[in-house]
């Protein structure tokens, strides 16, 4: 009688294999490439992210102008708004409104103060600051709708609808007087009205870090002088308590960019010329 050799039942390692050297290789380069191509993504999104400051700020800038032309007025100080737009029906300067309701202004010339209120902590020191948007929104110089007040949070409070957001995540804009600051967080120059761009500080204006050096000194190289103390685009002071760490020094005369600091560290000042 023939004995019948039955084979050993398959392991269960048989038929299958690891990846070779060469595949693990090859998967290794391409999550490389999808990597670097997310970073490289990434990049490029936030260059034009901070390149669209400098359009905004253009755009913002040439709509008060052109305002100005119009109406012999700046936007927000403009004495004689509700007689083009109609009052708020709450009263001013924080009543409720209702399509293109909106406050006056003092007419002084001067984009904050409104009388009465100067130093006063409230916030009815910056309504100007606020109505400005809702003037140019109102006469079709910006698109949008503002409310002409600040947010629940403070007079500093920038939310949607009170006043312009950056494409720059957390950055704001807002337009008001600077004249030729005293304080240690500025350089002593001579700004009249700025468009001020950054992060919003709680009480005072939008002034702390929203980009880096680099991006900062990007913006002004293109732009201006690439000195963050002179032209027409200034940054603050080293030492400033808003954007300190965005330039090398507290003297106009000697600071630059500090471009070997990696914090979103900068906020810009846009001279206006208004």
Request: charged fraction near 10%.
């Amino acid at each position: 009688m023939t004995e019948i050799i039955k084979p050993f039942p398959p392991s269960p390692g048989d038929g299958q294999r690891g990846f070779t050297l060469i595949e693990l290789s090859v998967v290794l380069i391409i999550i490389g490439f999808i990597a670097g191509g997310i970073v490289a993504g990434q990049a490029l999104i936030r260059g034009s992210q901070v390149q669209s400051v400098v359009v905004d700020a253009q755009t913002y800038i040439r709509a008060t102008q052109m305002f100005q032309q119009k109406y012999n007025s700046l936007p927000g100080d403009m004495y004689n708004a509700t007689s083009y737009w109609g009052t708020a029906s709450g009263g001013c300067p924080n009543g409720p409104r209702t399509g293109t309701q909106t406050c006056n202004g003092n007419g002084d010339g001067i984009i904050v103060n409104l009388p009465g209120d100067a130093g006063s902590g409230n916030w009815n020191d910056m309504i100007e600051a606020f109505l400005v948007w809702q003037h140019l929104a109102d006469a079709g110089f910006v698109q949008g709708s503002y409310t002409g007040i600040p947010g629940s949070g403070g007079i500093w409070d920038m939310e949607p609808g009170s006043s312009p957001a950056s494409r720059v995540p957390g950055g704001w804009f807002a337009v008001y007087y600077l004249g030729v600051p005293s304080d240690s967080n500025n350089f002593p120059l001579s700004f009249g009205h700025v468009l001020v761009f950054g992060a919003v500080h709680p009480g005072s204006v939008p002034a702390n870090g929203i980009i880096n050096p680099n991006e900062a000194l990007s913006i002004d190289n293109k732009q201006d002088d690439g000195l963050p103390a002179s032209g027409m685009i200034v940054s603050q002071t080293k030492d400033s308590t808003y954007a300190g760490n965005c330039t090398t020094s507290d003297s106009a005369a000697t600071a630059q960019y500090a471009v070997t600091v990696t914090g979103n560290n900068c906020s810009l000042y846009f001279k206006t010329g208004f």
